[in-house]
């Protein structure tokens, strides 16, 4: 069993911003395979079902970003499961242009609170997928851009993005994280 987990935050105030682009990419991946994300277990809304061919859970924690390790942690724990091996995260990313994914197995939480949060309570070790949002206006406060939404204009890119988002989850459950690696790594021109 693999737990693909999408960083957001609760409340509808924050949907549709740069911090839960997570959360949409757990709510594209439900849809396409029908997958119900309502049950409230582990600090998560969570869903089962099949993606790839495998056993999958989708989680939505929802302790707010910067205490998403506890329902990391809770998850890891109940379902017995090698954060290495088993959990994908979803997470937005300031230092990737738009739009644009990057995929690790491991790395530093590179000053993002929920990775901080998910580092703290899991170690370093676990696949990622960063989801670009584009780097912050000079002036503006980090926490403002993050819990901001998207412009109009970055919408199409954004909804192409996490279509390629949910592509590379089903990859790498399908196939091997090297695998979505060599093709999700690639620089599209947007």
């Given amino acids: 069993m693999k737990i693909v987990i999408g960083l957001g935050n609760p ?17 594209r991946l439900a ?11 582990h600090k998560a809304l969570i869903g089962s079902g099949v993606i790839g061919g495998q056993k999958v859970i989708l989680a939505k924690p929802q302790t707010y970003m910067n205490l998403s390790g506890e329902s990391v942690r809770a998850l890891v724990d109940f379902y017995k499961l090698d954060p290495a091996e088993d959990i994908i995260i979803i997470h937005d990313d300031i230092s990737l242009p738009v739009g644009q994914l990057r995929l690790r197995a491991k790395g530093s939480a590179g000053g993002h609170n929920g990775l901080k949060s998910i580092i703290a309570h899991c170690g370093d070790r676990f696949m990622r997928i960063k989801f670009g949002v584009g780097e912050k206006p000079e002036k503006m406060d980090l926490a403002d851009y993050v819990l901001g939404h998207f412009p109009r204009e970055e919408w199409p ?13 089903t990859m790498i459950l399908g196939e091997d994280f090297a695998s979505a690696m060599n093709v999700y790594n690639q620089k599209k021109d947007r």
């Fill in 11 to 27: 409340e509808d105030k924050y949907v549709g911003t740069r911090h839960n682009i997570g959360f949409d990419v757990i709510d």
């Fill in 31 to 41: 849809e396409e395979n029908h997958i119900d994300v309502n049950v409230k277990k």
């Fill in 157 to 169: 890119v954004i909804r192409e993005g996490v279509v390629d988002a949910a592509a590379a989850v």
